[in-house]
T-cell receptor, first 111, second 118 residues
Framework: DAKTTQPPSMDCAEGRAANLPCNHS???????VYWYRQIHSQGPQYIIH???NNETNEMASLIITEDRKSSTLILPHATLRDTAVYYC????????????FGTGTKLQVIP | GAVVSQHPSWVICKSGTSVKIECRSL??????MFWYRQFPKQSLMLMAT?????????EQGVEKDKFLINHASLTLSTLTVTSAHPEDSSFYIC??????????????FGPGTRLTVL
């Protein structure tokens, strides 16, 4: 799996958009970008994923650059409950494909 | 989303005893599950890939005789920490990637099991 690089920490004011960047310059053509988050002392939670096109769901939006070497996860209106560690992962498809985690970005939402 | 459960949520045991942790997929079948370990303030570390009906695949540095994995059915994988010692104290998390229905290999995680070895 391709390696990802994320800033170790970020702050965001409550109610503002949180934009979390991720670099994955070695991503290959069949690899998807997945985002997960982990709230303290809980199992990680799936947020969103994409291949080429931008994606949006009820939790977030995912913007992938045209060359696919980087992406941005957008939480449109951050709340205090969004405080968590966010992990960007690239992985090929297939239920048997293992997923390894990097260090992620610690997002702190400030009142 | 798909639901993965773990039992127990926390366990305290004496050094030298064995502890079994269960991971269940509640509303889907999982031919493959994954076991992770997480130490305080660190990221998740993949320990092994659990395959239904066959032997688990362990990551480098993980002792297969220490961490026994059994995946006897399409909805249940177990991790047994044998002869546990204080350094095995950690947060153990299982997961499965869902390939059926409208899912596209999203990975769903259990809530984790906090193991404390005294």
């Amino acid at each position: 799996d391709a390696k990802t690089t994320q800033p170790p920490s970020m702050d965001c004011a409550e109610g503002r958009a949180a934009n979390l960047p991720c670099n994955h310059s070695t991503i290959s053509g069949n690899e998807y970008v997945y985002w997960y988050r982990q709230i303290h002392s809980q199992g990680p939670q799936y947020i969103i994923h994409g291949l080429k096109n931008n994606e949006t769901n009820e939790m977030a939006s995912l913007i992938i650059t045209e060359d696919r070497k980087s992406s941005t996860l957008i939480l449109p209106h951050a709340t205090l409950r969004d405080t968590a560690v966010y992990y960007c992962i690239v992985s090929s498809s297939g239920g048997y494909q293992k997923v390894t985690f990097g260090t992620g970005t610690k997002l702190q939402v400030i009142p | 989303g798909a639901v993965v459960s773990q039992h127990p949520s926390w366990v305290i045991c004496k050094s030298g005893t064995s502890v079994k942790i269960e991971c269940r997929s509640l509303d889907f079948q999982a031919t493959t599950m994954f076991w992770y370990r997480q130490f305080p303030k660190q990221s998740l570390m993949l320990m092994a890939t659990s395959n239904e009906g066959s032997k688990a695949t362990y990551e480098q540095g993980v002792e297969k005789d220490k961490f026994l994995i059994n995946h006897a059915s399409l909805t249940l994988s177990t991790l047994t920490v044998t002869s546990a010692h204080p350094e095995d104290s950690s947060f153990y998390i299982c997961s499965a990637r869902v390939t059926e229905g409208s899912y596209h290999n999203e990975q769903f995680f259990g809530p984790g099991t906090r193991l404390t070895v005294l």
